[in-house]
């Protein structure tokens, strides 16, 4: 009999493939699209975030760096809203609270990607096993402070 913990760890895999997949979809039919009316700028922007959306399976493939699969669902897609629904169709002109909630987004994954770092380097056994939780936090935040200003 199977672990339960393999178990949840296929249904977040899943999840995340999914979602994924409908995203993938979404941006190869817009890609077509914009590329039949000549709308190349969409071109370009729809094929970057059909790029920056392989970019942890190239992480994982090349440098074995695991990213857990829920950060990478929300970084896909944090890109997916800012890139394509703010810039393709124009959600910053159309909604004026688009630009404030995606900036809070950012703040947030930010914040996330510090705390993953250390994660991962933990994982890596390339910094000491007895960093304080304060340590970690501080860390994160203050990367989610420095990346946010620039």
């Not at 074995?64 to 669902?73: G, M, R, Y």
């Not at 994660?119 to 890596?124: A, E, G, P, Q």
């Amino acid at each position: 009999m199977g672990n339960p913990g393999d178990k949840a760890l296929k249904t977040e895999r899943n999840i995340y493939l999914t979602f994924t997949g409908i995203i993938q979809v979404i941006l190869g039919a817009s890609l077509v699209y914009f590329f039949l009316v000549k709308d190349f700028f969409n071109v370009f922007l729809t094929a970057l975030v059909f790029i920056l959306n392989l970019f942890p399976v190239f992480l994982n493939k090349r440098y074995k760096i695991f990213v857990p699969p829920e950060f990478q669902l929300l970084v896909i897609v944090f890109i997916f809203a800012t890139i394509f629904l703010g810039s393709v169709f124009d959600l910053y002109y159309k909604f004026n609270w688009w630009d404030t909630v995606l900036h809070m987004l950012s703040g947030f994954l930010l914040g996330l990607i510090g705390f993953v770092v250390l994660f991962v380097l933990n994982r890596l056994n390339h910094i000491p096993r007895e960093m304080k939780p304060f340590f970690i936090c501080f860390f994160a935040f203050e990367r989610c402070v420095c990346f946010h200003t620039i």
